[in-house]
């Protein structure tokens, strides 16, 4: 089986194209939340994902403001302001949409699991190897993908969870290739599809062939001006279309 894994997609109609395009053949579609939020395109995206109609979805804390279902009480200013922008222009077919997305995590099969920011806690950020070994007792199949901080990166662990491994892409490859050893356990973020924070600006995804047991942290270059041109059109912070060109 093979899988494509999108997270943190954020509206960027640009990066989601250019993933799609790049992307190899797939079985299954797996998205790992926040479709929308801080991007100029929501519509557009969901629209792309319901075209896609991907295997399993997992919302993210974006998708729950945007859509109505949570008060953003933890957004910094400029994501406040876009989570209303997005709000208003979401057609209400597409904001029911989004908001009856399911939380994580969820489990695809005997080997995938998937959710937004832990398995533990849908809006919780592991930012580190420490944060991976205080949840992996939590994972309930080999593979967990993860989302939400915005940042390619590979913990394994084996079975008694003693030591965390730490797996970061390598510098300006298109794809990492993460080996998945029996008897280990992971927990694997693609990125960002469309607002990655990694200081690399190219669109992140993730790719799970269970032939040859190997997953892969891909990036494709995307047209980033014009991503940036349709924020500061629709109004929208322009620190949102800045930190797009920095991958920051
Ligand atoms: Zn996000």
Redesign the pocket.
Known sequence: MRYLIFS?L?ANLDAFEAVLGAAPPAERILILG?IV?YGAEPNAVIDRVRELAPALISR???DKVASGLEMPDSFNPAALQSAAWTFDKLTADNRAWLYAIPPGPAEIDETIEICHGSPEDEDEYLFSAADAGRVFPSVTRPVCFF??T?VAVSYSTCANFKEVELREPDQDETSTVIGIKPRRHYLINPG?VG?PRDGDPRAAYGYFDTSTQSVELRRVPYDVARAQQRIRAAGLPDVLARRLGLGR
Do not use: E, M, R, S
């Open positions: 943190d954020h926040d939020g993210g804390n974006h989302g939400h915005h960002a607002q």
